[in-house]
């Protein structure tokens, strides 16, 4: 028997209610020092405002680490679902609902100081033999589109950028934006001046956080309000300094 025409408009109707019903979920992937897991806890510096946010606006919604491919596919599948820390690029523009900037970031080049042959112009890295970058995201897509054809993606997470400069597996890495290149440099026991950071911005943006399209606009709006005024206070400047220098973590 075919379903009638009210049936029908009964589980379009339940559907939606569903999807309506589905509690919020934050999510986050690991990249330090805005957010990564350090004895078992999330922390980091995006980490401590998204909580600062929700203590002001007064939800509870859980935070979830997940892997980062799969972070992306739950903030455009998953219904009320927030992703933090977020570029903010032409691309994703549409595809969410925005809340910061939360900081301003760069991303450079890194050699040994001690290199054969300091890299100081676009050119000279465009020729460059190899350079070592994570496998997948937006630092890699981001070196393709540049035009560079020397890219060697075979680091599967941070820690293995600077293992691999270290043991001369490779001589330039891209792949953290400063703080985190300071905080990998702690974590890793690096000696300070073993590292070059190579004088060309490759690139800039700030770090958002993302609301899937079907958010609610008031909750985006009120989340927008608690950061204002974490930035007014001087609350958010007062977090962002704590994840500025390695000794502070």
């Not at 596919?73 to 977020?86: F, G, N, V």
């Not at 523009?93 to 450079?108: A, D, F, N």
């Not at 994570?134 to 293992?163: C, I, K, T, W």
């Not at 440099?185 to 070059?196: E, F």
């Amino acid at each position: 028997m075919k379903p009638s025409i009210f049936a029908l408009a009964l589980l379009c109707l339940l559907s939606g209610a569903l999807a309506r019903a589905e509690p919020y979920q934050v999510v986050t992937e690991e990249w330090a020092p805005y957010n990564y897991r350090d004895n078992g806890q999330l922390t980091g510096m995006a980490t401590e405002v998204v909580r600062a946010i929700m203590a002001l606006t007064g939800d509870d919604f859980e935070i979830v680490l997940l892997p980062s491919m799969r972070t992306a596919h739950a903030l455009q599948h998953r219904p009320h679902t927030i992703m933090y820390s977020l570029f903010r690029t032409p691309e994703r523009e549409p595809l969410y609902k925005w809340v910061g900037p939360i900081v301003e970031e760069s991303i450079h080049p890194y050699q040994l100081a001690n290199a054969s042959q300091s890299i100081n112009s676009l050119e000279q890295l465009l020729r460059a033999p190899q350079i070592t970058t994570r496998h997948a995201g937006l630092v890699p897509n981001m070196l393709q589109s540049l035009g560079f054809n020397n890219l060697d993606r075979s680091a599967g997470e941070s820690h293995q950028l600077y293992r691999m400069l270290l043991a001369g597996r490779t001589d330039i890495i891209v792949g953290d934006t400063d703080a985190g290149v300071a905080y990998y440099s702690g974590q890793l026991n690096i000696a300070p001046g073993t590292l070059r950071r190579v004088p060309i911005e490759l690139y800039r943006s700030s770090l958002y956080i993302a609301f899937s399209r079907d958010s609610d606009d008031a909750l985006v709006a009120a989340w927008a309000a608690a950061l204002a005024r974490l930035r007014r206070t001087g609350e958010l400047a007062r977090i962002q300094r704590r994840y500025e220098r390695p000794d502070a973590q």
